[in-house]
Nanobody
Framework: QVQLAESGGGLVQAGGSLRLSCAAS????????MGWFRQAPGKEREFVAR????????YYTDSVKGRFTISRDRAKNTMYLQMNGLNAEDTAVYYC????????????WGQGTQVTVSS
């Protein structure tokens, strides 16, 4: 069974930066891809970014392109989200997720970490 744990959230002023981490644990961990999602108050959870675990290919939602960078360290079974130029619209609970070894459905989810951007 795979377990994911996010860390690195917090309160930051507009224009500031945060780096989120997602540590994976389990007997074997080799997902097809991992991703970050977020859910703002009163809104549905939305996709933020994803990365293929093996090749490192990345994809971002338009609203974070040029500001956020997703990366992974396979040796540490950890994924990161570097967030720069934060604004109030980025305030949300951020979740990391992982697929199984095959397929693109995200089946494993972390508990989430709160990111609050003050304007």
């Amino acid at each position: 069974q795979v377990q994911l744990a996010e860390s690195g959230g917090g309160l930051v002023q507009a224009g500031g930066s945060l780096r989120l981490s997602c540590a994976a644990s389990g007997r074997t961990f080799s997902p097809y891809r991992m991703g970050w999602f977020r859910q703002a108050p009163g809104k549905e959870r939305e996709f933020v970014a994803r990365i293929s675990w093996s090749a490192g290919f990345t994809y971002y939602t338009d609203s974070v392109k040029g500001r956020f960078t997703i990366s992974r360290d396979r040796a540490k079974n950890t994924m990161y989200l570097q967030m720069n130029g934060l604004n109030a619209e980025d305030t949300a609970v951020y979740y990391c997720a992982a697929t199984g070894e095959f397929g693109s459905d995200f089946r494993y989810w972390g508990q989430g970490t709160q990111v609050t951007v003050s304007s």
